[in-house]
């Protein structure tokens, strides 16, 4: 019984995929130098996969480092092109509302050097909208020229929502 048991507890671990822990997170190609992801075998999509996914970012970033709310869209995008999704499919929508939108700021605006200033400008070569609450904008009196470059502001960040509802976008919950 014992010798049974010690056998399946063996193969059931041969089965299993091994995990590499955090060296298993490579670069993508979609957005380079943020948004590491891992690969899961078998996990494959297809090429003509569409995705529409509007992420809600709330919450501000540390000060001195790159915020993990503007990464998960990065990591989103390299992670469906490197399950074989064409990232011409990925439609990417970034939502910025309240003390998140320090993390939009210019280096002038915010008094002290962006961490998030490349990421920015990677996921929008990659083709991510992003859009601050015109309300966030008005309540912290935060002007056009206060914003990264390529960054727009909207009349709020629940029209914005609604309107990329409509059109079949989806919210990322997290």
């Given at each position: 019984m014992i010798r049974s048991a010690t056998c399946a507890a063996a193969l059931f671990t041969l089965a299993m995929p091994a995990l590499a822990g955090p060296e298993a997170f490579q670069p993508g190609t979609v957005v380079p130098d943020y948004g590491k992801v891992a690969m899961i075998e078998g996990s494959e999509l297809s090429a003509d996969t569409v995705m529409k996914v509007a992420?809600?970012?709330g919450q501000a970033g540390p000060e001195d480092a790159i915020s993990r709310s503007l990464e998960t869209p990065a990591r989103f995008l390299n992670m469906h092109a490197a399950a074989g999704v064409d990232p011409a499919n990925l439609?990417?929508?970034?939502?910025?509302?309240?003390?998140a939108s320090a993390d939009l700021l210019t280096d002038e605006a915010r008094g002290a050097p962006n961490p998030n200033t490349g990421l920015i400008a990677e996921l929008l070569a990659a083709g991510a909208t992003i859009e601050l609450c015109g309300q966030t904008?008005?309540?912290?009196?935060?002007?056009?020229?206060?914003?990264?470059?390529?960054?727009?502001?909207g009349l709020s960040a629940m029209s914005t929502h609604a309107l990329l509802q409509q059109?079949?976008?989806?919210?990322n919950p997290f």
């Amino acid at each position: 019984m014992i010798r049974s048991a010690t056998c399946a507890a063996a193969l059931f671990t041969l089965a299993m995929p091994a995990l590499a822990g955090p060296e298993a997170f490579q670069p993508g190609t979609v957005v380079p130098d943020y948004g590491k992801v891992a690969m899961i075998e078998g996990s494959e999509l297809s090429a003509d996969t569409v995705m529409k996914v509007a992420f809600d970012i709330g919450q501000a970033g540390p000060e001195d480092a790159i915020s993990r709310s503007l990464e998960t869209p990065a990591r989103f995008l390299n992670m469906h092109a490197a399950a074989g999704v064409d990232p011409a499919n990925l439609h990417v929508a970034l939502i910025v509302h309240g003390a998140a939108s320090a993390d939009l700021l210019t280096d002038e605006a915010r008094g002290a050097p962006n961490p998030n200033t490349g990421l920015i400008a990677e996921l929008l070569a990659a083709g991510a909208t992003i859009e601050l609450c015109g309300q966030t904008s008005a309540m912290r009196d935060i002007a056009p020229e206060d914003l990264l470059p390529g960054v727009t502001i909207g009349l709020s960040a629940m029209s914005t929502h609604a309107l990329l509802q409509q059109q079949g976008y989806t919210l990322n919950p997290f």
